[in-house]
């Protein structure tokens, strides 16, 4: 069968391509899905006749609900992957939408983090009155949602501001609303510098006003609010000011105040961290701050993968991709680890994919944010997090992708990768098998190095499946290319 294209720019247009596909008994290996028009020309469009004993597509509330909000995760495969999903329903395997299924943690994964990036907005938009001019919007908003969700968002707002017009621009689309109607439009606006405000200055100082310098905690300040929603809120422009004069002083000043006014109140000033238990881990990944690398990622990043795989990958730490999908691997170096994968006859989703590090590390470059190298007390902070993957996962064989990954494997930040390349050691009853990163690939200076750094990992996969075949005894055996 030829590719078939399908043209899917949102979630009804996939909906009513997907129906026609199921229709025609389309597996999913032969579907192109393109999201602009004219991206896959190179592939023919094969219109077949519609089959008449195709299967009735009933669906169940869950699954279509699942899908279409999976459907506003921002990644380039997104409707191949909800086709799969579809797919495999279609074929009976209804454990598709478990989250112990590889792709059905994949699709929660991806709601998840949809259902978040909504309730962000719900919190960081910040409406900005105009001076007034006719026919515009009295407010207007600026917001870089990382996922696509402009539309149920602005209905949120619809139903709470009344007839009070207003718009949201966000870098790829915009949304009106005239007091009565949701208008969508394109992209108008490319900053909140765009936005004259004239209700800022208000909004400022009462801002300032209800700043208590006796109770600000900077810490948990900017663990409600991530680093990235800071430069499009009016107050983060203050904030910094009023910090450092709260840890100046006026802290004291603060409580003087308030408690020293009750008869025998001790001024005793306390931490409001130190006034937190103690715990081993926190609750969740994302609540961690155990180092400082959280303050300036999207997210953190969690492995995925079956919940009893037994071949786990630990690479270094997300990339700028993976930081802003919450999943790990689906950069460049996601690419060529999938490729090694296919060469080595590895499947990915036979295997649990993770990080060392859960935080993006990262430096600014110009407006692109470049990876920066964990520091050992990083990567120690966040073993107890791949320390807990292990232990529930508990795979037979781990491969450590690159230097970082060993080191906090062996909890040793003096572990050197070379050596063990082709040697497979054992660690507290299972194989590790130690192969280049696969970002050491793409910045191989030549041909022939990149070459011979992919052959390593590919080696290096097999040899993890020959461990767990049995195929070889002391881990020495010789790899067959
Ligand atoms: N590099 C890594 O080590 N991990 C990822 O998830 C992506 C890039």
Request: with cysteine; hydrophobic share 45%.
């Given at each position: 069968m030829s590719a078939v294209v399908r043209l899917a720019q949102c979630f009804d247009e996939w909906r009513a391509a997907a129906r026609e596909?199921?229709?025609?008994?389309?597996?999913?290996?032969?579907?192109?899905?393109?999201?602009?028009?004219?991206?896959?020309?190179?592939?023919?469009?094969?219109?077949?006749?519609?089959?008449?004993?195709?299967?009735?597509?009933?669906?169940?509330?869950?699954?279509?609900?699942?899908?279409?909000?999976?459907?506003?995760?921002?990644?380039h495969d997104r409707w191949a992957f909800l086709y799969q999903v579809l797919w495999r329903w279609q074929q009976g395997q209804h454990d598709v939408i478990s989250p112990a299924d590889a792709d059905g943690a994949r699709l929660h994964a991806m709601v998840k983090a949809v259902?978040?990036?909504?309730?962000?907005?719900?919190?960081?938009?910040?409406?900005?009155?105009?001076?007034?001019?006719?026919?515009?919007?009295?407010?207007?908003?600026?917001?870089?949602?990382?996922?696509?969700?402009?539309?149920?968002?602005?209905?949120?707002?619809?139903?709470?501001?009344?007839?009070?017009?207003?718009?949201?621009?966000?870098?790829?689309?915009?949304?009106?609303?005239?007091?009565?109607?949701?208008?969508?439009?394109?992209?108008?606006?490319?900053?909140?510098?765009?936005?004259?405000?004239?209700?800022?200055?208000?909004?400022?100082?009462?801002?300032?006003?209800?700043?208590?310098?006796?109770?600000?905690?900077?810490?948990?300040?900017?663990?409600?609010?991530?680093?990235?929603?800071?430069?499009?809120?009016?107050?983060?422009?203050?904030?910094?000011?009023?910090?450092?004069?709260?840890?100046?002083?006026?802290r004291r000043t603060g409580q003087t105040a308030s408690v020293g006014q009750r008869s025998g109140a001790a001024m005793i000033p306390i931490a409001a961290e130190r006034a937190q238990p103690v715990r081993d881990l926190p609750t969740t990944l994302d609540q961690c701050r155990r180092c400082a690398l959280w303050q300036h990622a999207t997210q953190a990043v969690p492995g995925i993968g079956p919940a009893q795989a037994r071949i786990m990958l630990v690479g270094?730490?997300?990339?700028?991709?993976?930081?802003?999908?919450?999943?790990?691997?689906?950069?460049?170096?996601?690419?060529?680890?999938?490729?090694?994968?296919?060469e080595a006859g590895m499947a990915r989703d036979s295997v649990y994919v993770t990080n060392a590090v859960k935080h993006f590390k990262w430096e600014p470059r110009?407006?692109?944010?470049?990876?920066?190298?964990?520091?050992?007390?990083?990567?120690?902070?966040?073993h107890g997090w791949l320390e807990e993957e292990i232990q529930r996962v508990q795979p037979q064989v781990i491969?450590?992708?690159?230097?970082?990954?060993?080191?906090?494997?062996?909890?040793?930040?003096?572990?050197?990768?070379?050596?063990?390349?082709?040697?497979p050691i054992e660690s507290d009853g299972r194989w590790i098998v130690s192969v280049y990163h696969p970002s050491y690939v793409l910045r191989a200076p030549d041909e022939a190095s990149r070459r011979q750094a992919y052959r390593v990992i590919v080696d290096g996969l097999k040899r993890a499946t020959m461990l767990l075949e049995g195929v070889v005894e002391n881990g020495n055996a010789a790899v067959s290319h």
């Open positions: 596909l199921i229709a025609l008994r389309v597996p999913p290996a032969h579907v192109q899905w393109q999201s602009r028009p004219g991206e896959g020309d190179l592939f023919s469009v094969a219109p077949e006749a519609t089959d008449a004993n195709a299967p009735q597509l009933r669906l169940p509330r869950q699954l279509v609900e699942l899908l279409q909000a999976a459907a506003c995760f921002n990644v259902h978040r990036e909504e309730h962000d907005m719900h919190a960081y938009v910040r409406f900005r009155e105009r001076a007034e001019s006719a026919g515009a919007p009295r407010f207007v908003a600026w917001f870089e949602p990382v996922h696509e969700v402009l539309p149920q968002v602005a209905r949120h707002f619809a139903r709470r501001m009344g007839s009070t017009s207003w718009m949201i621009a966000t870098p790829t689309a915009s949304m009106l609303w005239d007091g009565s109607t949701l208008h969508a439009g394109p992209a108008l606006m490319s900053g909140a510098a765009d936005i004259d405000d004239a209700g800022e200055a208000l909004w400022l100082t009462y801002y300032r006003s209800i700043f208590n310098p006796a109770r600000v905690n900077a810490d948990l300040l900017h663990s409600h609010i991530p680093s990235r929603f800071w430069k499009n809120l009016p107050e983060g422009a203050i904030v910094p000011a009023m910090l450092s004069s709260a840890a100046n002083g006026e270094e730490q997300p990339g700028d991709q993976e930081d802003l999908a919450g999943l790990p691997f689906v950069g460049p170096a996601g690419a060529l680890l999938e490729q090694a994968m296919q110009g407006k692109r944010r470049l990876h920066k190298t964990p520091a050992q007390r990083e990567i120690l902070a966040c491969v450590a992708l690159g230097s970082t990954a060993l080191k906090s494997l062996l909890q040793d930040g003096a572990a050197s990768m070379t050596p063990l390349i082709g040697t």
